[in-house]
């Protein structure tokens, strides 16, 4: 099943692969040059008296965005989950301690970063997990480039799973297999 699914999102890639590719080359102030359905890039060649003058304001504006979206440390509100005990003390430790997490960790950055990425290429999945060795959650994002979509849906907006890469050395992958 997992297989067929794969191969399905590689048939659906080389469309959602234009799609992205044009935004981040309209954001990067190329917006002569684009991607149709078929992947293929098309260009509009300049006419015999054209000027193009290409204002270019999506810097500044991301910019502009991510310092807003990241001025403030999130406020994080803990609530026990149901079935289980916890006194206020422990809802006060457990935020205490993500705050921390987020600040300690340098997860504002990194944020930026899943902003930009969101904006210029239309998305950026986000896992958080807990990492034993250290014993402390990790952030990770994912490129654009990193996944393989949904190839049900004809937009990102509909996907509701995602084929990631992820990077695992010859020890790790023969531990898996028994």
């Known amino acids: 099943m997992v297989?067929?699914?794969?191969?399905?999102?590689?048939?659906?890639?080389?469309?959602?692969?234009?799609?992205?590719?044009?935004?981040?080359?309209?954001?990067?102030?190329?917006?002569?040059r684009w991607f149709n359905s078929e992947g293929m890039m098309v260009e509009k060649p300049l006419q015999v008296g054209e000027i193009w003058r290409v204002l270019n304001l999506f810097p500044g504006a991301?910019?502009?965005?991510?310092?807003?979206l990241t001025k403030n440390d999130p406020q994080w509100h803990v609530k026990q989950?149901?079935?289980?005990?916890?006194?206020?003390?422990?809802?006060?430790?457990?935020?205490?301690?993500?705050?921390?997490?987020?600040?300690d960790n340098d997860w504002k950055d990194t944020m930026k970063k899943v902003i930009l990425f969101g904006d210029?290429?239309?998305?950026?999945?986000?896992?958080?997990?807990w990492d034993v060795k250290e014993n402390r959650p990790t952030?990770?994002?994912?490129?654009?480039?990193?996944?393989?979509?949904d190839p049900t849906s004809p937009h990102p907006s509909g996907w509701n799973w995602l084929i990631c890469s992820v990077a695992r050395s010859l020890e790790e992958i023969r531990a898996m297999e028994g």
């Not at 991301?62 to 807003?68: M, T, Y």
Request: charged share 25%; proline share 4%; net charge neutral.
């Open 3 to 32: 297989k067929l699914k794969l191969a399905q999102a590689k048939q659906k890639r080389v469309q959602w692969e234009a799609w992205t590719a044009t935004v981040e080359n309209f954001f990067n102030g190329e917006h002569g």
């Open 62 to 68: 991301e910019d502009i965005r991510q310092n807003r």
């Open 81 to 103: 989950s149901p079935g289980v005990v916890a006194s206020q003390e422990d809802i006060d430790v457990a935020n205490a301690y993500l705050q921390s997490v987020y600040r």
């Open 120 to 129: 210029k290429r239309g998305s950026c999945p986000v896992v958080v997990n």
């Open 139 to 149: 952030l990770q994002y994912y490129d654009t480039w990193d996944f393989y979509p």
